[in-house]
């Protein structure tokens, strides 16, 4: 299997409900380390996994949904505890559809799967993992 993986960041606030979260219930700031990685068994007919530029861009877009934002006043968040294994897969899960609409080429649609992980810090990260 063959992978590329980009990379890139985003900054939120939000807090959780639940007493296994501790002080994480109340409200504060995240700073993740986003990395993308794209999985497919063969090289395309340019010898890539995928478009490093198109991936970067498209990751940089759907984590500009979320970036500076505090989560607990997004509506699509409502209810919802935003831990760093949900986000993962909701940008999985955004790239995921901009593959389907051919957002990252048509090398893309070769594409087996797609990893994200969120660094939450150097000793700590989630990961979601998914097919196409």
Request: without cysteine; negative net charge.
């Amino acid at each position: 299997m063959f992978s590329v993986t980009v990379r890139d960041h985003i900054m939120i606030a939000h807090s959780f409900r639940g007493e296994v979260f501790g002080p994480a219930q109340r409200l504060h700031g995240a700073t993740f380390l986003v990395d993308a990685t794209f999985r497919r068994e063969q090289l395309d007919e340019d010898n890539i996994v995928v478009d490093i530029g198109l991936a970067t861009r498209e990751l940089g877009a759907v984590v500009g949904e979320l970036n500076y934002r505090n989560l607990d006043n997004e509506p699509e968040f409502a209810g919802v505890n935003t831990s760093t294994e949900f986000l993962a897969k909701w940008i999985a899960d955004r790239l995921a559809e901009r593959v389907h609409k051919g957002a990252l080429g048509e090398g893309a649609k070769g594409l087996a799967g797609i990893t994200v992980t969120l660094h939450e810090s150097h000793v700590a990260w989630a990961s979601y993992e998914r097919g196409l």
